[in-house]
């Protein structure tokens, strides 16, 4: 059963790099309720600057088109966190393992990217902009413009949330975002586009004993998807 106003937070985050050291220069987030018979939409997006208190890269800027004049009017880092956390039950966000880094807070997170790619997994793309045109979500919306704004992607991750909260439990979604995700195609290499279930034994045991992929957190997936398979042959 699920507690009264329960409160699930949508959180996006634009940052000075994609790498490390890297900081915050925008904080987004849309709140999503349990109002005792369904999840609604209680509030956003809202959005707040964050003053990074370092250099943005130029990629990064590319991106997400925030100068460093702008940011530097903006709250800190520090307030930022305390903003985004406080009150909330949940915290959720498409790729959470990258803003979870930023807004590091013992409460349980919800991936939608990994939910999405598990309840989902033929879908075209698992991006968060992806998503919202195949399943045809808050397409004529402004609030979910322009997309790489940290409100606007919340709002559009708030709709893939509530799509996703009727067909996995609250429980289920933390359990998934702990986890590896389990894909269906291989992404790169000779093999690339075809599934897990049809590659050939010897590169699935060249992926999980022979390559560098193990040590690699960014292969996470392949490797823990050519384990299973592995195993399900092996059974």
């Known amino acids: 059963m699920i507690p009264p106003l329960t409160l699930i937070r949508v959180i996006d985050t634009e940052t000075t790099d994609l790498d490390d050291p890297s900081e915050l220069v925008e904080i987004g987030w849309t709140d999503v309720r349990w109002f005792g018979s369904s999840w609604e939409i209680e509030s956003g997006?809202?959005?707040?600057?964050?003053?990074?208190?370092?250099?943005?890269?130029?990629?990064?800027?590319?991106?997400?088109?925030?100068?460093?004049?702008e940011a530097e009017t903006g709250i800190s880092p520090a307030e930022a966190r305390r903003l985004v956390t406080g009150g909330a039950d949940y915290l959720c966000a498409h790729n959470a393992e990258f803003d979870r880094k930023y807004i590091p807070h013992p409460l349980p997170w919800i991936c939608t990217h990994k939910c999405a790619r598990r309840v989902w997994p033929t879908l075209q793309s698992h991006k968060n902009g992806a998503i919202r045109y195949e399943l045809e979500l808050c397409l004529d919306d402004p609030r979910a413009e322009p997309s790489h704004h940290a409100g606007p992607d919340t709002w559009v991750t708030a709709h893939i949330l509530l799509r996703l909260l009727p067909l996995l439990t609250l429980q289920e979604m933390v359990t998934i975002s702990r986890q590896p995700v389990v894909l269906l195609k291989i992404g790169f290499g000779e093999h690339k586009g075809v599934r897990f279930s049809d590659l050939p034994d010897g590169y699935l045991d060249w992926i999980v004993n022979k390559s560098e992929m193990p040590n690699d957190p960014k292969r996470e997936d392949v490797v823990?998807?050519?384990r299973l398979e592995l195993k399900r042959r092996a059974q």
Do not use: D, E, Y
């Not at 707040?48 to 004049?69: D, E, W």
């Open 224 to 226: 823990h998807t050519a």
């Open 45 to 69: 997006p809202h959005a707040r600057l964050v003053n990074p208190g370092m250099q943005i890269k130029f990629g990064a800027m590319a991106t997400h088109h925030i100068s460093q004049a």
